[in-house]
């Protein structure tokens, strides 16, 4: 009995010098037994506990119960008498593919309480389907949880189907456009030039936004889908259209900032501003007898020069409506020409607002534009804004 | 109804024929029925078609006459032709299915549906002419066409579809198995079937130049393009972000290229990092550029059309199989990764100092 023990442990022994993973497989049978050993009544209790996890090992829990028995009685003798706590359930892992080159060899176990691990062990699993789904697979498990072994079933993969384009977001913008465009091709469209005016973007605004280097020539391509789908009618626009044209504006649409309307009020006065060099005027006009007053003085105790005179009231002077409207002037700053200019300016738009039909007519005579020219700064080395000093050979 | 037109038309008090009446009249007309409905209405030119998918798209999208809410006489006029389409549309001769070029995107065939009849209705034989052609390609060649003066090679059909068939084979495998196609046709008039095919088998497109250095350089090039982490299931798993702005460049797992003539640089990258290639060779192209290749027509759109859709339509078959693997928690698991388990106390910390000092988390590939 002894010697056919001692021949078996030296063939192992041997077989586990040539093969190295046999050498793990040879020293198995001593971890099973971690727990001290107790005389052969108690010993059944150990056993039994180890036998709950490899319920469904048929085969290989009796080939270790066997072992276990046998080196039970070996060191039955050598044991001391002290009495020990039964150490905690320890894991064990029955997987036969566990050391397969197909394996791999790293694989995190999370936080597994025995008890879990222990309850059922490995189950068989279904065999895998024929030929597909080999990649670096482990045995299929039903109890593999995904949630547990995260890193199993995770992989990296490009945020947008355009990650090889180098632009993604373009693209993505790109193809976002044409599809509303094919989508909605057939939908009525204004007369050409009549479109509503709008304030695209700047490449520079949307390559900043993006963050992408977008050629010129690409981001034109993006502008004429955006004018072409600017053109539907906007009775028959579809929300998603005017909602994708939105994210493409400009924030300020210079446009849209009209300067407000200068109506006549329930009393009859239409009030306008004018401005001339560094001055301006508020005009109040109404229907009247041709009286007019600047700065609470008549217009000969204003203004000393015919000529000013004369230019304050050039609107109604050149549509002969001399006789028929009051004026009512403020004006501050600059000289008398530019008080006199800003006035002229006043009294037309504020025309403008009582007989809106006189615009030909006032510009001919010149009142509608405003006149943008100011004085010229002196700049350094010149003696007046462009005066030279004499030039002087040495 | 008829007693109507009869009043207007021959009454005594006949009302002059004005354009506001008319339009208003059949405004309110009752709906016509349909008395005529198409016997060959359920036969499919193309196998998997269904009635939806033959409709053009715009058709689809028409508003119907409660949506307008203007008084707009555009708007009206609009919603008066679309009704008078609805109604009289079908009214007429019988028309036999037919060949409608735009099947080929919204509803492409599928890779059962190959044959060699579809392969020479879409002028996939048709090669170069014999001057220009490449001899390494004699063994997809049939034979010599056409006048004396310009002969031209005539690629083989059922080799085309056997090579077609295993093309397929390939895409359905590598999107079974998770990984990532590219599909890439850079010529004009491809954009629309490259994106299409990218779509159905959830891989990547380029319809554009190929950045020569995109996989060889891939760092410097789509070092700011943004990467994500999912699971089996395709959904986003976040925590990942760090780690992925460390991450190299995503590279595909198989690329297939329509006009492979014009982007040998992007084969060329291929070949130095083992990535398999499918490909579209005509009679004049390399034909140990690509490890897949197709011999049939590149020039034609027709033929591209149909090799792109029927190539995306297997991607999706192996998409289909793949989503129920991981329904099932058989799915293959790549370990090939690199990442490590998020550390989920570091991050929840993190945010909330973050959200104190008011900062942004710095997303992966931002600038």
Known sequence: MESALLRTGFRRAMVACQNPAKRRVARQPRRFFATPVEPQGEASELQSAPDAVYASNGGRAAKSRARAERVNKDRAVSDHDQTFQAAPQIRFTSDGEQFSSSRPSAELIENDTASRRGRGGYGGGPPGRGGAASYGRGPPNQEDDPSRNILRHIRIVPASPSYFTATPRYTDDLLALSALLRKHQLLPLLPPGEAPRVAWKTIDQYKTELAEPIRSKSYNTLLQLLKRLNYIHPSLIPDEVTESLEKYKRDVQPHLNVPNPIIVNQYGVAKAVGRRKSSSAQVYLVEGTGECLINGKSLTEYFGRLHDRESAIWALKATQRLDKYNVWALAAGGGTTGQAESITLGVARALLAHEPDLKPALRRAGCVTRDPKRVERKKPGKLKARKMPAWVKR | ?367
């Open chain 2, 1 to 367: 109804m008829i007693l109507r037109s009869l009043l207007l038309r021959q009454g005594r008090f006949a009302l002059p024929r004005s354009t506001l009446i008319r339009p208003f009249r059949r405004y309110l007309a009752s709906q016509i029925e349909e008395t005529y409905t198409n016997p060959h209405q359920h036969q499919q030119f193309i196998a998997g078609a269904d009635g939806d998918a033959t409709k053009s798209q715009a058709a689809t999208s028409l508003s119907a006459e409660s949506e307008v809410l203007d008084n707009d006489p555009v708007a009206l006029n609009y919603a008066l032709q679309q009704h008078s389409k609805a109604v009289t549309g079908k009214i007429g001769s019988m028309v036999e299915p037919h060949y409608r070029p735009h099947e080929l995107l919204s509803n492409p065939p599928s890779p059962k549906d190959i044959t060699l009849e579809l392969l020479m209705a879409s002028q996939s034989h048709i090669g170069h002419s014999t001057s220009l052609w490449h001899p390494a390609n004699a063994k997809y060649i049939f034979g010599v066409r056409g006048e004396d003066g310009h002969p031209i090679h005539i690629i083989s059909l059922d080799v085309t579809a056997a090579h077609l068939r295993r093309a397929c084979k390939v895409v359905s495998g590598v999107t079974e198995r998770g990984g990532l196609v590219l599909f890439v046709g850079s010529r004009e008039g491809q954009a629309r079937c490259v994106v299409n095919a990218a779509s159905m088998s959830k891989g990547c497109h380029l319809f554009t130049k190929w950045i020569p250095g995109t996989i060889t350089n891939g760092q410097q090039i789509l070092g700011k393009c943004k990467k994500k982490v999912v699971n089996h299931k395709d959904e986003e798993v976040k925590g990942f972000e760090d780690q992925l702005i460390q991450k190299a460049a995503v590279k595909p797992d198989l690329v297939v290229c329509l006009n492979p003539l014009e982007n040998y640089v992007l084969l060329h990258e291929c070949a130095l990092n083992n990535i398999p290639t499918v490909g579209i060779v005509d009679t004049d192209v390399n034909p140990t550029w690509i490890t897949y290749p197709i011999p049939a027509n590149d020039d034609s759109l027709r033929c591209v059309q149909l090799i792109a859709g029927v190539l995306g339509r297997a991607g999706q078959e192996g998409q289909a199989v793949r989503r129920e693997l991981a329904l099932t928690g058989q799915l293959p698991a790549r370990q090939d990764h690199g990442l490590e388990p998020p550390a989920e106390q570091e991050t929840d910390e993190r945010n909330s100092r973050d959200k104190e000092h008011g900062r942004n988390l710095l997303q992966a590939g931002d600038v």
